[in-house]
T-cell receptor, first 110, second 115 residues
Framework: LAKTTQPISMDSYEGQEVNITCSHN???????ITWYQQFPSQGPRFIIQ???TKVTNEVASLFIPADRKSSTLSLPRVSLSDTAVYYCLVGQRGTDKLIFGTGTRLQVFP | NAGVMQNPRHLVRRRGQEARLRCSPMKGHSHVYWYRQLPEEGLKFMVY????????ESGMPKERFSAEFPKEGPSILRIQQVVRGDSAAYFC?????????????FGPGTRLTVT
């Protein structure tokens, strides 16, 4: 599975838009990009998945440039409850094991 | 529809004892995964099971650790003769095995403390 690199931590304030970028230079043709969110003392939760261009759901948007060597998770107007660790994963759909890095720890301040 | 259930949520064992962690997948899911998370680290894959079968145990330590997913009942992760280094959060996830999705549903985890 492709290795991913993302910032260790980010700070933001309530109401701001947060963009977390993930690098995956060795992404393969069949690989998808998936983001998970983990709150303290909880299991990870699926946020969004994409292959190319842009994907949007009720929680976030995912931007993927044409070369697919990076991706950006965008969280609109964050609130305190968005404080969590965000993991970027790259792999084929249906892959049985998820490979988690250390993630990005987002802290939202009032 | 209940989510993935794990019990106990917290487990304290002394060195040398056995730890049994249970996981009930979401209704309709027949695929179970176990992950371990050390403090300040990401989750590490341990094992993937289907009913009565171990599909991938490449992340399981070779000794003291075992997992099963019987035809009836929850999946069990068993750690024999626990050591302090086994202290971690153990998460179970389940999926429907739909190849159009990459989504696994995680339980709340079991926090194992070895004293």
């Amino acid at each position: 599975l492709a290795k991913t690199t993302q910032p260790i931590s980010m700070d933001s304030y309530e109401g701001q838009e947060v963009n977390i970028t993930c690098s995956h230079n060795n992404i393969a043709t069949n690989d998808y990009i998936t983001w998970y969110q983990q709150f303290p003392s909880q299991g990870p939760r699926f946020i969004i998945q994409g292959y190319k261009t842009k994907v949007t759901n009720e929680v976030a948007s995912l931007f993927i440039p044409a070369d697919r060597k990076s991706s950006t998770l965008s969280l609109p107007r964050v609130s305190l409850s968005d404080t969590a660790v965000y993991y970027c994963l790259v792999g084929q759909r249906g892959t049985d094991k998820l490979i988690f890095g250390t993630g990005t720890r987002l802290q939202v301040f009032p | 529809n209940a989510g993935v259930m794990q019990n106990p949520r917290h487990l304290v064992r002394r060195r040398g004892q056995e730890a049994r962690l249970r996981c009930s997948p979401m209704k309709g899911h027949s695929h179970v995964y176990w992950y371990r998370q050390l403090p300040e680290e990401g989750l590490k894959f341990m094992v993937y099971l289907q009913k009565e079968n171990i599909i991938d145990e490449s992340g399981m330590p070779k000794e003291r650790f075992s997992a099963e997913f019987p035809k009836e009942g929850p999946s069990i992760l068993r750690i024999q003769q626990v050591v302090r280094g086994d202290s971690a959060a153990y998460f179970c996830a389940s999926s429907h095995r739909d190849r159009s999705s990459y989504e696994q549903y995680f339980g709340p985890g079991t926090r194992l403390t070895v004293t």
